[in-house]
Each structure stands twice: as structure tokens, then as C-alpha cells.
């Protein structure tokens, strides 16, 4: 076992290091600084890999401590008076929402692909040795960190506590494996990807974690009898996992080179599927086509058959906001003293909506069901390059775009609103109208900015990789700087005419770019 951990950490090291130069051989200021023999080079290989086993450690303790940190911050902003049980509340909760989407043993990626299809490596023995690692490397950051934040809330004995929660969180992870293999065997995919099952099972659960709000929690007498009723089944969870035998067939059923080679999780293996068209989907009313021609037709044709990929995800991001917003309403009236203080929050913090904004924007699966089941195809004739051309067909997305994206914007927009009218403070009409029109033009500015990077950059090829470092630099920028925004402290009048006034300035400058730009950059690659 530890001789295959060593050989899967051994390629896991290599591929990370080899794309890390490749990439870096793709800037343009190393382009002609760094040659093949880097390659070559074991000393350079080992410093990269070295500092990237740190930076993954660091990364994976930062996470497991934001996790405990973000319950902690929950439970000190809303529920002081019940502190420690409404920490165990939600932790127990959450823990049950991660055995249905935190499942690792099917999720596919580059190193089990390489591991066991590329070295042939014991696919049984592979996944004993990854069930051994998930199970240590938890306990471990879980024990560590449970002491730290149960100490912190000067719970005695804080060790046995910690052991009874360390064990807990175990048993319903091999539960929680065992029932989505057992699933996978049923129904042949993954169940988080059916979001019949997904969404409502998480909603659930997630509803459950603010029953403290009605003073309702789990208590710890039934946290350590739903723990020993897991203990049980996570032994025979485990027992049935160790037996398993075909489990390079499963993985070959679940993944596919093109998709491997492309992505970090079985999830992003998905983005082919989630961009193809049901033969469903193809029917269109031919009322819609009436006294359309040209690209207006054209696009209205794409955008109709599109338009379950492309509302989909919008509906579902609309419901849970909707949901989270009414949950806050029911706070702040049953909860006067949280009143004033979320209207607060909201004036002079809205600029954290940015980065909500960012997550929430569906331009990326927008631009890759373009490419998959448009442009590829279309950019092999001249004339669909032309500048007139581009930027008639670039406007009328624009707008079809800018349309789905509005949908969860509005509910947002719509929400913050309610929450001023609310509060027992009285605003004034300008930040209320202010306040919904900036959310707008972050979503007319996340609409844009895809839309145009894709233009401008293209970086797709048939199979959907992308293929220029440019454009996940520029995405990762994008993340970066929203972040960054997202910290702002401003109130929300000045902010949302200062937003207001950039998004337009950007909307021009995008129009400008893509007739000028666009017919040397939009290409196959």
C-alpha cells in the first residue's frame, strides 16, 4: 500500500510539475528564456515540486480551517446564546450533506487515469491505497482542528469530543461511498450529476443547519447515537469497499481521455454533456422565426435549442437565492436586533455582491455551448470572420446572454431591496433604485466580459480543450480582481454609479474590440 502511494504521489508530482513549466513556457516573457532542457533538468523539477507539495498542503489545512472557521462565524453572528450546541447543529449537518456530494473514490482525474490505464497500475489495490490516504489525511486535519475550535469554545473534555466528532465525520464518508458506488452500479452515472436528486436533497439539509433559528438542535445524546449507528455502518461501508474487484471498469465507464486530459473532476468532465443538445430540444416553434432573417435569425435558431442548457443552471441559481433571501427576511422580522445591522451590512458593503455576481454568471457554459454546437463548425467558412459579420452576430448574443444572466440578478436585485425597506432605518429611493441597477450591470458586466474574452481569445479546439494559457490567465485575473472588489467598503449610492458608469465604458470598448480585433483572434485552433 504505501508503495503505490508513493508511485501515484511520484506521478501526481511529475504531471504537476511538467504542465507547470509547460504553461510557464507559454508566457510571452519566458518564451525565449526557458528551452526544452528544463525538461531535462532533476534539480529544477525537484525545487517546482517541492514548493507545489507545500502550497497543496497549506491549501488543504486553509480549507479545512476556513470550514470549522465559517460554522464558528455563523454561530457567533446569529445564535450567541446557544453557541456550542448550534456549532454542533450545523456540523452535523453539513457532514450529512457531504456524504451525498463529497464522494472522492469515483470522482476521475489525471492521476487515476495515468495510474491505472497509462502504468496499469492495480486498479483494486490503487483504491484501497486512496481509501487508506482519504481516511488518514481526514482524521488527521479533522482531529487537529476539532481540538482548536472545541478548545476554543472551552468545551470539557475537548478530547473526546474531538474523537467522537473526528469518528463521526469518518463513518458517514464510507457510507457516503458506498452508497454512491452502489448507486453508480444501479444507474450507471454518478448521482450529484441527476439534479432531480441533487439540489433537493442538499436544500433539505442545508434548511436543516438554521432550525437553531426556531430553537430547534441537534442535541450531543443523539449526535453520539446517530455516530454509533454510522460506526456500524461505516464497518460494513468499509467492508464493502475492500471487496470490491472491477473497480478499473467502473473508472473506464466513467471516464474518457479527451475529458481526463482536460479536466480536475469528474464534474468538469460533464461540460460536454451539459452543452449537447437533446434531440427534444430541436423542436422549435416556428412562430419565433417569423420576420426574422439573417443572423437574427440565425441566432434566434441556436438560442432556441439551447434554451434548457442555458436556463437551466439560471432557474436553479434563482431558486436558492430566492430561498436565502427569504430566510433572511423571516430574520430580520422575527429578529429585530439583526434588522439594522443586515440593512447595514448591505449599504455599505454591496461591493461583496461582486464576486456572488461572479459565480453565479453562466457566460462560461454560454461560450462553450457556442463554440460546441455553433462555432466550430461555422468558423471554417471566411465570411463567418468578417468584422460586420461578427459584431452583428456578438450583439445579438449579447443580448440573449445578458437576458438568461438577469434572471438570478433580478432576484438578488430584487432582495436587497426588500431588505432596505425592511430594516427599521429609512433609506431613501435613490439607494434603493442605486442598489438594484448596480446588480444589473454586474450582470450585464459578467455577460460582457465572457462573451468578449471568447471573441478575443478563443481558446478552444474540437474536443473543448483549451488550448490558450492567455485566456486562464485572464480568467484567473477575473477571479482575482473580483475578490479584490469584493473587500471594498463604499457606500452603495457611490458604488453603484461608479459600477454603473464602468459597465457602459466596458460594454463600448468590448463593441470596439471585437470589430477591430476579433477577425484575427476568432479562429479554430
Known amino acids: 500500500?504505501?508503495?503505490?502511494?508513493?508511485?501515484?504521489?511520484?506521478?501526481?508530482?511529475?504531471?504537476?510539475?511538467?504542465?507547470?513549466?509547460?504553461?510557464?513556457?507559454?508566457?510571452?516573457?519566458?518564451?525565449?528564456?526557458?528551452?526544452?532542457?528544463?525538461?531535462?533538468?532533476?534539480?529544477?523539477?525537484?525545487?517546482?515540486?517541492?514548493?507545489?507539495?507545500?502550497?497543496?498542503?497549506?491549501?488543504?489545512?486553509?480549507?479545512?480551517?476556513?470550514?470549522?472557521?465559517?460554522?464558528?462565524?455563523?454561530?457567533?453572528?446569529?445564535?450567541?446564546?446557544?453557541?456550542?450546541?448550534?456549532?454542533?447543529?450545523?456540523?452535523?449537518?453539513l457532514t450529512i450533506i457531504g456524504m451525498f456530494i463529497n464522494n472522492k473514490l469515483l470522482n476521475t482525474n489525471k492521476k487515476k487515469y495515468f495510474a491505472m490505464l497509462v502504468f496499469n497500475m492495480d486498479a483494486t489495490k490503487f483504491f484501497h491505497a486512496n481509501i487508506f490516504w482519504n481516511l488518514l489525511t481526514s482524521t488527521i486535519m479533522n482531529g487537529i482542528f476539532f481540538y482548536f475550535f472545541l478548545d476554543y469554545l472551552m468545551l470539557s473534555p475537548t478530547i473526546l469530543y474531538s474523537l467522537i466528532f473526528v469518528v463521526f465525520t469518518l463513518a458517514v464518508r464510507l457510507v457516503g461511498e458506498m452508497l454512491n458506488i452502489l448507486f453508480f452500479r444501479r444507474y450507471?452515472?454518478?448521482?450529484?450529476?441527476?439534479?432531480?436528486?441533487?439540489?433537493?436533497?442538499?436544500?433539505?439539509?442545508?434548511?436543516?443547519?438554521?432550525?437553531?433559528?426556531?430553537?430547534?438542535?441537534?442535541?450531543?445524546?443523539?449526535?453520539?447515537?446517530?455516530?454509533?449507528?454510522?460506526?456500524?455502518?461505516?464497518?460494513?461501508?468499509?467492508?464493502?469497499?475492500?471487496?470490491?474487484?472491477?473497480?478499473?471498469?467502473?473508472?473506464?465507464?466513467?471516464?474518457?481521455?479527451?475529458?481526463?486530459?482536460?479536466?480536475?473532476?469528474?464534474?468538469?468532465?460533464?461540460?460536454?454533456?451539459?452543452?449537447?443538445?437533446?434531440?427534444?430540444?430541436?423542436?422549435?416553434?416556428?412562430?419565433?422565426?417569423?420576420?426574422?432573417?439573417?443572423?437574427?435569425?440565425?441566432?434566434?435558431?441556436?438560442?432556441?435549442?439551447?434554451?434548457?442548457?442555458?436556463?437551466?443552471?439560471?432557474?436553479?441559481?434563482?431558486?436558492?437565492?430566492?430561498?436565502i433571501y427569504a430566510v433572511v427576511f423571516y430574520l430580520m422580522i422575527r429578529y429585530t436586533n439583526y434588522n439594522k445591522s443586515i440593512a447595514e451590512f448591505l449599504h455599505v458593503k454591496l461591493a461583496a455582491f461582486v464576486i456572488v455576481m461572479y459565480f453565479i454568471n453562466r457566460g462560461a457554459i454560454i461560450t462553450q455551448a457556442m463554440f460546441f454546437n455553433c462555432d466550430h463548425a461555422m468558423l471554417q467558412f471566411n465570411f463567418y470572420r468578417e468584422p460586420t459579420v461578427i459584431l452583428e452576430l456578438f450583439k445579438k448574443r449579447l443580448l440573449t446572454v445578458t437576458k438568461v444572466n438577469l434572471l438570478p440578478a433580478f432576484v438578488i436585485g430584487l432582495g436587497n431591496t426588500i431588505i432596505f425597506l425592511l430594516s427599521t432605518n429609512t433609506y431613501p429611493i435613490t439607494t434603493l433604485l442605486t442598489t438594484f441597477l448596480f446588480i444589473m450591470s454586474l450582470s450585464v458586466f459578467f455577460s460582457v466580459h465572457y462573451l468578449v474574452i471568447y471573441y478575443l481569445m478563443q481558446p478552444f479546439n474540437k474536443e473543448m480543450e483549451v488550448k490558450k494559457a492567455s485566456y486562464s490567465f485572464v480568467t484567473l485575473g477575473t477571479y482575482i480582481v473580483t475578490y479584490w472588489l469584493s473587500g471594498v467598503v463604499l457606500s452603495?449610492?457611490?458604488?453603484?454609479?461608479?459600477?454603473?458608469?464602468?459597465?457602459?465604458?466596458?460594454?463600448?470598448?468590448?463593441?470596439?474590440?471585437?470589430?477591430?480585433?476579433?477577425?484575427?483572434?476568432?479562429?479554430?485552433?
Open 492 to 525: 452603495s449610492e457611490i458604488l453603484s454609479v461608479l459600477g454603473i458608469l464602468f459597465v457602459i465604458i466596458y460594454t463600448s470598448l468590448a463593441l470596439f474590440l471585437v470589430y477591430k480585433v476579433a477577425p484575427r483572434t476568432f479562429k479554430l485552433n
Open 1 to 93: 500500500m504505501i508503495n503505490i502511494l508513493h508511485k501515484t504521489l511520484q506521478i501526481d508530482i511529475a504531471y504537476s510539475v511538467n504542465s507547470f513549466i509547460y504553461v510557464l513556457r507559454r508566457l510571452p516573457i519566458f518564451k525565449d528564456l526557458i528551452t526544452d532542457d528544463i525538461y531535462k533538468s532533476k534539480t529544477i523539477k525537484r525545487i517546482i515540486g517541492f514548493f507545489g507539495m507545500i502550497l497543496s498542503m497549506v491549501r488543504a489545512l486553509f480549507l479545512k480551517f476556513m470550514y470549522f472557521f465559517v460554522i464558528l462565524l455563523i454561530c457567533t453572528k446569529f445564535f450567541p446564546d446557544i453557541l456550542v450546541r448550534a456549532f454542533f447543529h450545523i456540523y452535523f449537518f
Open 188 to 323: 450507471h452515472y454518478v448521482w450529484y450529476t441527476n439534479s432531480n436528486l441533487y439540489f433537493p436533497i442538499v436544500l433539505s439539509l442545508l434548511a436543516c443547519c438554521f432550525l437553531p433559528c426556531i430553537n430547534i438542535t441537534i442535541s450531543m445524546r443523539l449526535i453520539i447515537v446517530f455516530t454509533i449507528i454510522f460506526i456500524l455502518l461505516g464497518i460494513i461501508s468499509l467492508i464493502y469497499l475492500l471487496r470490491i474487484k472491477d473497480y478499473k471498469l467502473i473508472y473506464k465507464h466513467l471516464s474518457q481521455i479527451t475529458n481526463v486530459m482536460n479536466s480536475k473532476n469528474e464534474k468538469d468532465y460533464l461540460k460536454q454533456a451539459m452543452v449537447d443538445v437533446k434531440e427534444k430540444d430541436k423542436k422549435i416553434d416556428h412562430k419565433l422565426l417569423e420576420k426574422k432573417e439573417g443572423y437574427d435569425l440565425f441566432n434566434t435558431i441556436f438560442f432556441e435549442r439551447h434554451k434548457e442548457i442555458l436556463l437551466r443552471s439560471a432557474r436553479k441559481y434563482s431558486l436558492i437565492l430566492a430561498i
